[in-house]
C-alpha cells in the first residue's frame, strides 16, 4: 500500500525568509502523481503545485518549488519569500498513474512570522 | 473562477440520524470524490464517481454510506445511521478529465453528538 509521511507536524519561518517543507512516500509503481495542498484556516484545500513522476524537472509556480527525487522517495516544498498569507496546514499527497484517489500525508503547520 | 461548492458547512445530527452531505461539483467534472477529515488526522479517502457508479472505495465507505448523483450538478453523500466517530469535515472534489488535479470544496463540517 502507499504510504506518505511528512516527518515535520510543525514549522515557523520569518516572513520573506524560505522555508523547506518535507515529504516522503512509499510505492512501488514507477508512474505516478505528486501534489502539494495548502489548507488555510478557513479549510479549503488549494493545490499548490503537481508534479509528474515521469519528469525530471522539478516543478516550480511563483514562489513555490519542490526538490523531486524519484529514487529517494523524496519530495519537498520549498517556499522563498514566505508571506503572512502562507501561514496553513500543508499536504503532501500522491495518486498512482490510473488510479482515483489521493493519498494524503499527515500535514506539515507552516506558521509566518512577522 | 469555478468553484466546488458544498452545504450545508456545519451539520450536526444526533446518533443514528440520517445525514445527506451535498456537493456541487465544477460544471464540466465529470470525476468525483468524497473525503474526510477527522479533526487533527489527515484526509482520508472515502469514494470515487465516474460515469454514475462508484469506481473505488475505500474501507471506510461501509454499507451505511452511500453516493449519487441526483440530477447534473449535485453530489451527494448520504450516512445513513451515524456514529459518534462519523463526526469529521468531509470534503468533496472533482477534476475533468485528463487532468490530475482533485478541485476541492470548502467542506462540511458534520457533529454527530
Known amino acids: 500500500a502507499q504510504t506518505v509521511t511528512q516527518s515535520q507536524p510543525e514549522m515557523s519561518v520569518q516572513e520573506a525568509e524560505t522555508v523547506t517543507l518535507s515529504c516522503t512516500y512509499d510505492?512501488?509503481?514507477?508512474?505516478?502523481?505528486l501534489f502539494w495542498y495548502k489548507q488555510p484556516p478557513s479549510r479549503q484545500m488549494i493545490l499548490v503545485i503537481r508534479?509528474?513522476?515521469?519528469?525530471?524537472q522539478n516543478a516550480t509556480e511563483n514562489r513555490f518549488s519542490v526538490n523531486f527525487q524519484k529514487a529517494a522517495k523524496s519530495f519537498s516544498l520549498k517556499i522563498s519569500d514566505s508571506q503572512l498569507g502562507d501561514a496553513a496546514m500543508y499536504f503532501c499527497?500522491?495518486?498512482?498513474?490510473?488510479?482515483?484517489?489521493?493519498?494524503f500525508g499527515p500535514g506539515t503547520r507552516l506558521s509566518v512570522l512577522p | 473562477e469555478p468553484e466546488v461548492t458544498q452545504t450545508p458547512s456545519h451539520q450536526v445530527t444526533q446518533m443514528g440520524q440520517e445525514v445527506i452531505l451535498r456537493c456541487v461539483p465544477i460544471?464540466?467534472?465529470?470525476?468525483f470524490y468524497w473525503y474526510r477529515q477527522i479533526l487533527g488526522q489527515k484526509v482520508e479517502f472515502l469514494v470515487s464517481f465516474y460515469n454514475n457508479e462508484i469506481s473505488e472505495k475505500s474501507e471506510i465507505f461501509d454499507d451505511q454510506f452511500s453516493v449519487e448523483r441526483p440530477d447534473g450538478s449535485n453530489f451527494t453523500l448520504k450516512i445513513r445511521s451515524t456514529k459518534l466517530e462519523d463526526s469529521a469535515m468531509y470534503f468533496c472534489a472533482s477534476r475533468t478529465s485528463g487532468v490530475y488535479e482533485q478541485y476541492f470544496g470548502p467542506g462540511t463540517r458534520l457533529t454527530v453528538t
Open positions: 508534479q509528474e513522476a515521469y519528469k525530471q
Open positions: 460544471s464540466n467534472h465529470l470525476y
Open positions: 510505492t512501488s509503481e514507477s508512474d505516478y502523481y
Open positions: 499527497a500522491y495518486r498512482i498513474l490510473y488510479g482515483q484517489n489521493f493519498v
